[in-house]
């Protein structure tokens, strides 16, 4: 898909498909002079009450005469021009585009102008909305796709004048990148666990790095992190038969010496509970508890596409979570690599079991900030369910950066307090630290958990666990947090 910005008149334009938008007021402003050429067609569909006036309904005008647009979509903005109506026209712009088949489209966006951002944040969303709906994921479909299906294209959005051309055209771009990063991590979610194991993911990462002189891949195999002391990753992996990865992905972009931000992601391929084993029923979605692991891929790719000019770490550690024979047992102690001792009371809250030792191997980075990403607890679906990812964090700057990137992005997050009145939730009678901490507040505890092995650095926590997914007629990966992700980093840039 590519997308243009440029300057020029609505009118002139040759396309298959023209974007208008109305005002609030529910006319069709600056391009009165489109609707006069086309004898006044547009504002009397409009004034007839055909396009219903709430942010992000369209009308799509099948033949047009008078101009030299085949089509003209007109989209209805609503009242209040701000942010949050704005994600929703642009979702529905780039869902009317996919469904009218048209190969290429105009989007004339001078008229909406909102009243609490700039063009390039909308332009931005816009871009990344046109790209993510075209999105579809046939792999494992034995049909392929039709092959003449018409698929959209091209979009050019086009701007009256010159005004901040520059920077719109930066700002499609980015918007373009964060939805190619959001495809990677969508086609890594969607993949079963059969064929997203973690020398799998191994393999993408140097596909990733394959002619990127700034990206370097290394993978540890279970003898090095046996070596390394990380008993806890371990107890997890020893279970299966695939072998856990701990895969570090280096993007050098910025000046050598740069402390280089940590992103690192739960890649647990497939998560059956283990010995504590979970329910048969929508089991299969446990597939998905490589989604944060998949979000750093995603946001490693948009980094790497934009050319970055930042120190960017993206650490996915990566097992498969099994019941067997030499699997770890309730009850069972185990040593970290940061020297804690830990009491496996479920095996089903591994997730915390093999990032703690990853973040304890970040140490190494002297990282300016570790952000680790996880679809860590279901508890975290009760409390703030499908829309909103939780953040914990031991560091207030870098929970306000996460939380206003993840608002900018449209893509947000809500800090839970990481009070030291939990962490006693977490005490054993036989080890220094519990793996679980009782029903109440289980993504606070999760994040308790965590906080003892990020004492070294600003570290912040997304469970993900009800926002990377979805399940229902709709069941797929979602592709966030990435849009979060990769805004938190281009703020870091700027
Ligand atoms: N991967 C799950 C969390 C999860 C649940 C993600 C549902 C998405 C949807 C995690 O490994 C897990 O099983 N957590 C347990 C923790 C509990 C044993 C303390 C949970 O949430 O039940
Ligand atoms: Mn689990
Ligand atoms: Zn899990």
């Known amino acids: 898909m590519e997308i243009t910005v440029k300057s020029g008149g609505a009118a002139k334009q040759q396309t298959q498909c023209l974007v208008l938008f109305t005002d609030a007021k529910g006319e069709l402003p600056a391009f009165s002079s489109v609707d006069q050429e086309t004898g006044g067609l547009l504002s009397a569909l409009v004034a007839r009450g055909d396009l219903k006036q709430s942010a992000g309904q369209t009308l799509m005008v099948p033949t047009v005469t008078g101009i030299k647009a085949e089509r003209v979509l007109l989209v209805a903005t609503g009242e209040e021009l701000k942010a949050a109506a704005a994600e929703k026209i642009c979702a529905g712009v780039a869902r009317a585009l996919i469904g009218a088949r048209v190969q290429e489209a105009v989007i004339a966006f001078d008229d909406l102008e909102l009243e609490d951002r700039d063009s390039t944040w909308l332009l931005n969303i816009l871009s990344r909305e046109i790209v993510s709906a075209g999105y579809t994921f046939n792999e494992f479909k034995s049909k392929k796709a039709d092959k003449d299906a018409a698929k959209l294209e091209a979009v050019t959005l086009l701007q009256a004048?010159?005004?901040?051309?520059?920077?719109?055209?930066?700002?499609?771009?980015?918007?373009?990148?964060?939805?190619?990063?959001?495809?990677?991590?969508?086609?890594?979610?969607?993949?079963?666990?059969?064929?997203?194991?973690?020398?799998?993911?191994?393999?993408?990462?140097?596909?990733?790095?394959?002619?990127?002189?700034?990206?370097?891949v290394k993978a540890l195999g279970e003898d090095e992190m046996t070596k390394l002391g990380m008993h806890s990753f371990m107890s997890v992996s020893k279970g299966s038969s695939e072998e856990g990865q701990l895969i570090i992905m280096d993007y050098k972009g910025?000046?050598?010496?740069?402390?280089?931000?940590?992103?690192?992601?739960?890649?647990?391929?497939?998560?059956?509970?283990?010995?504590?084993?979970?329910?048969?029923?929508?089991?299969?979605?446990?597939?998905?508890?490589?989604?944060?692991?998949?979000?750093?891929?995603?946001?490693?790719?948009?980094?790497?596409?934009?050319?970055?000019?930042?120190?960017?770490?993206?650490?996915?550690?990566?097992?498969?979570?099994?019941?067997?024979?030499?699997?770890?047992?309730?009850?069972?102690?185990?040593?970290?690599?940061?020297?804690?001792?830990?009491?496996?009371?479920?095996?089903?809250?591994?997730?915390?079991?093999?990032?703690?030792?990853?973040?304890?191997?970040?140490?190494?980075?002297?990282?300016?900030?570790?952000?680790?990403?996880?679809?860590?607890?279901?508890?975290?679906?009760?409390?703030?369910?499908?829309?909103?990812?939780?953040?914990?964090?031991?560091?207030?700057?870098?929970?306000?950066?996460?939380?206003?990137?993840g608002n900018v992005a449209g893509d947000k997050a809500w800090r839970l307090p990481l009070d030291d009145s939990y962490q006693k939730q977490l005490d054993s009678n036989f080890a220094d630290i519990a793996n679980i901490g009782g029903r109440p507040a289980g993504t606070i505890t999760a994040g308790c958990f965590l906080s003892r092995f990020a004492k070294?650095?600003?570290?912040?926590?997304?469970?993900?666990?009800?926002?990377?997914?979805?399940?229902?007629?709709?069941?797929?990966?979602?592709?966030?947090?990435?849009?979060?992700?990769?805004?938190?980093?281009?703020?870091?840039?700027?």
Request: glycine letters at 10%.
């Open 254 to 405: 910025g000046q050598k010496g740069d402390q280089p931000i940590v992103l690192l992601g739960k890649g647990i391929t497939f998560d059956t509970g283990g010995i504590s084993l979970k329910p048969g029923a929508a089991m299969d979605e446990m597939k998905f508890d490589m989604c944060g692991a998949a979000s750093v891929f995603g946001t490693m790719k948009t980094i790497i596409e934009l050319e970055l000019p930042i120190n960017v770490i993206g650490m996915v550690a990566a097992a498969e979570n099994m019941p067997a024979g030499n699997a770890s047992k309730p009850g069972d102690i185990v040593t970290s690599m940061s020297g804690q001792t830990i009491e496996i009371l479920n095996t089903d809250a591994e997730g915390r079991l093999v990032l703690c030792d990853a973040l304890t191997y970040a140490e190494r980075f002297k990282p300016k900030a570790v952000v680790d990403i996880a679809t860590l607890t279901g508890a975290c679906i009760f409390a703030l369910g499908h829309t909103i990812s939780a953040l914990l964090s031991n560091n207030d700057e870098l929970a306000d950066s996460l939380f206003s990137a």
């Open 161 to 216: 004048g010159r005004k901040a051309l520059e920077e719109n055209k930066v700002a499609a771009a980015q918007g373009v990148a964060t939805a190619n990063g959001m495809a990677l991590a969508r086609d890594l979610g969607n993949r079963p666990g059969n064929a997203c194991t973690p020398k799998d993911l191994t393999e993408e990462a140097k596909k990733l790095a394959k002619g990127v002189a700034k990206l370097s």
């Open 456 to 494: 070294e650095f600003p570290w912040a926590h997304l469970d993900v666990a009800g926002t990377a997914s979805k399940s229902g007629g709709d069941k797929g990966a979602t592709g966030r947090p990435v849009p979060l992700l990769v805004q938190y980093v281009l703020d870091q840039v700027s």
